[in-house]
Structure formats: structure tokens, C-alpha cells
């Protein structure tokens, strides 16, 4: 099964991200947009992995979160992988960094590594993806809708649990299942 560990934004920040997506591309024929079942901030993506290595990853992820009280996120901004180009290929929201969202981040790098997933090679830049990009066609003007967002304050929202994903890839796109939620302390 292919699986990762992410953050599930509130349900108020999921329909502003939504009507964002509504506002910058009425058509919806360039850019594959995420729905808001896919909006999350992804931790570790793990890839397919057994039933087995899952039961490890869950009990790993016990001891982990034990160690982590809840904490507050912001949402703020827009951007595009590559950064700044006329032809990106992802288009993205941005999370304010925090001390507790760090050392969150490193401490699930660090104790996976021991269940044998490579560490990311990349400096983890908290964000999530709001779409892929399909084709250029309006291309120049979404750029230019999505660039008047790139300081606005998405919502902000208290991070209470971290939760373990099973991730299905369908024609229609991915489906998500919540394996198991970790409660911060």
C-alpha cells in the first residue's frame, strides 16, 4: 500500500484554499487541482510499503508523537516549484515555519530512517500542493492571479494530531484513508 504521514488541515481552511483555486482558474483545463481531501501538509512520504512494515511505521509513530505537544499553524502565502518560473510545474500555499513544526518534521526523518526510509535529500520547505500543472494554455494569467495571494493568510489552525495515510491512485485521482491518527500531547 502507498502511504505517508501528513497533517489534515481544518475544514474552514480547506474551503478558503478551495475558493482560491475557484478564483485563479474558473476553466480548470491547465492545472490538475488537488480536491480538499488531498489538502494536507505531508511529513514523510513513504512510498508502498507491507501490511508489516505499516505496523512498525504505527508503533514507531507512537513513540515519536509521545515526545510532541500540539502546536500552532499558519497558512500564508502562494508560490511555484520551480520558484519564480513562467513555467512551473507546481503551484503551492505555503506554511509559516515553527520551531515545533521542525523539530516535528526531523524527529519522524530521524526514527524512520531506522525502519529503513531514506532521509529527503531536500531542506523540508513546509507547503502544500494546491495543483500540477497540465498545460501552458492561460498559464500567464493564473501566474498572475495566484501572484496576488503570495502574502495573504490562509487560516491558522491549532495542530492536534498527525495521521498516518493509505493513499489510492485512481484514474479520477488519489483517494486517501486515514490508517491511524497520532494525538500531540
Do not use: C
Not at 51 to 63: C, G, H, R, T
Not at 154 to 181: D, I, N
Amino acid at each position: 500500500m502507498r502511504t505517508f504521514i501528513a497533517i489534515n488541515l481544518d475544514k474552514e481552511i480547506k474551503e478558503d484554499l478551495t475558493h482560491l483555486i475557484d478564483t485563479i482558474d474558473k476553466e480548470k483545463k491547465s492545472v490538475k487541482w488537488v480536491k480538499p481531501p488531498g489538502m494536507h501538509l505531508t511529513l514523510k512520504f513513504l512510498g508502498e510499503i507491507s501490511i508489516e512494515k505499516a505496523q512498525e511505521v504505527e508503533s514507531l509513530m507512537n513513540d515519536i508523537i509521545k515526545s510532541h505537544s500540539s502546536f500552532h499553524m499558519r497558512i500564508i502565502g502562494t508560490g511555484t516549484f520551480p520558484k519564480n518560473s513562467r513555467y512551473p510545474r507546481v503551484f503551492w500555499v505555503g506554511i509559516e515555519e515553527s520551531q515545533q513544526l521542525s523539530n516535528l518534521h526531523i524527529h519522524i526523518e530521524n526514527e524512520l530512517e531506522r525502519l529503513h526510509f531514506p532521509k529527503e535529500n531536500r531542506k523540508f520547505h513546509p507547503h502544500l500542493t494546491l495543483g500540477r500543472v497540465k498545460s501552458n494554455h492561460r498559464l500567464n494569467s493564473i501566474l498572475t492571479e495566484l501572484n496576488k495571494h503570495k502574502d495573504r493568510i490562509f487560516g491558522e489552525m491549532q495542530v492536534k494530531t498527525v495521521t498516518f495515510f493509505k493513499s489510492t491512485l485512481k484514474p479520477t485521482g488519489a483517494e486517501y484513508e486515514a490508517l491511524k491518527e497520532f494525538h500531540l500531547k
